[in-house]
Structures are given as structure tokens and as C-alpha cells.
């Protein structure tokens, strides 16, 4: 069962579903947009992402973001999907990030756009 995220209720009273390859992507932006320490039982769950809408930019800080990025995925998500890249980009108060990964399941590959501060969810392919 992949619950939608938010979580919601369909127009029969029961929660929510999607598919899988939504699902992911649902759970590839609450790890992208939780801060470390935010989960009472997952401590290391996250990586902060949010926090650098309000950092200076630099090629650094995008480079040691995308590091960061790329193996809290293959911590958390490793059973589901296989990163092949991360893209960081700071721009005035938009931050966004680009994921390229396969499917395991189906090997079907995805690139997915990711968007703090500005217009939200994407799909790149």
C-alpha cells in the first residue's frame, strides 16, 4: 500500500493511495525537506535542505549539499531506488534540487525537480 502524502482521505472515507512511482517522490521530498533531529525516532532522518533557501550561495555549499543529499537517499531509500545524480541550485529565494534515479521494481528511470520556495513538485522526464 503507498499512502498519498499529505496524508489524506479519498471520496470513499479511506485513506488516500497512490502509486508507486508518486509514492517515491512523496518520500524523496519529506527526506529532501525534514531537518536532522526534526523526527522524534529517526534523529538522522533528513538532510536539512530547507535550511539553505537563507544561505549565501556558492558552489561549495550547493556541492556539499548534493553529498549530503545523495546518501541520506541511499540510507533511507536504497531498498526502492538507485541515485544516479543530485543537482543543487541556490537562486535568490528559490532552492532547487534535481534527482536522477531508477526504479528498482520496474527499472524505469526518473528525474524529478524539487522546488523550496518557489513552484513546487515537478517531473523533469
Known amino acids: 500500500m503507498h499512502l498519498a502524502f499529505p496524508y489524506q ?3 470513499s ?3 488516500s493511495q497512490t502509486g508507486l512511482s508518486s509514492h517515491i517522490y512523496d518520500m524523496i521530498e519529506q527526506l529532501l525537506f525534514t531537518s536532522p533531529g526534526e523526527r522524534v525516532n ?3 532522518f533528513g538532510t536539512g535542505t530547507a535550511q539553505l533557501v537563507f544561505a549565501p550561495n556558492s558552489d561549495v555549499l550547493a556541492a556539499a549539499q548534493q553529498q549530503v543529499i545523495q ?3 541511499q540510507q533511507w531509500l536504497s ?3 538507485r541515485v544516479q545524480s543530485v543537482t543543487v541550485t541556490a537562486e ?6 534535481v534527482v536522477k534515479y531508477t526504479l528498482i521494481q520496474s527499472q524505469q528511470q526518473q528525474t524529478q525537480l524539487f522546488v523550496y520556495g518557489g ?4 517531473s523533469l522526464t
Open 9 to 11: 482521505f479519498d471520496s
Open 13 to 15: 472515507g479511506r485513506t
Open 42 to 44: 529517526r534523529p538522522t
Open 71 to 73: 546518501a541520506s537517499l
Open 79 to 81: 531498498d526502492l531506488i
Open 92 to 97: 535568490d529565494a528559490t532552492l532547487q534540487v
Open 119 to 122: 513552484a513546487g513538485r515537478g
